[in-house]
Nanobody, 122 residues
Framework: VQLVESGGGLVQPGGSLRLSCLAS????????MTWYRQAPGKERELVAH????????NYADSVKGRFTISRDNAKNTVYLQMNSLKPEDTAVYYC????????????????WGKGTLVSVSS
């Protein structure tokens, strides 16, 4: 089982990045997918969530209107389009796959990627 994030990097405030998370080794289409982030000295927080069919999404208030989560089950990939980036978006972004449960109640089975660093600075 692998989740491999990519697309992070250094960007100026107001810029955009698109993160990707490529899944392998499990039935991707049966898993809800979530992006989390962890800033230096802070706890990990939920950024965006998408259901297995892609028919429902949820976002942290801090990113609503700026970030968009999407998925391509044919490519085993989930994306996070990040626009109007702010310095406070600087963090390591992690991809999570979960099944047999719900986002609020927790998943019986879930997997994590190793993360990709996003730095927003002028």
């Amino acid at each position: 089982v692998q989740l491999v994030e990519s697309g992070g990097g250094l960007v100026q405030p107001g810029g955009s990045l698109r993160l990707s998370c490529l899944a392998s080794g499990f039935a991707f289409s049966r898993y809800d997918m979530t992006w989390y982030r962890q800033a230096p000295g802070k706890e990990r927080e939920l950024v965006a969530h998408i259901t297995r069919a892609g028919d429902s999404t949820n976002y942290a208030d801090s990113v609503k209107g700026r970030f968009t989560i999407s998925r391509d089950n044919a490519k085993n990939t989930v994306y996070l389009q990040m626009n109007s980036l702010k310095p406070e978006d600087t963090a390591v972004y992690y991809c999570n796959a979960g099944t047999k449960g719900t986002l609020l109640g927790g998943y019986a089975v879930d997997y994590w990627g190793k993360g990709t660093l996003v730095s927003v600075s002028s």
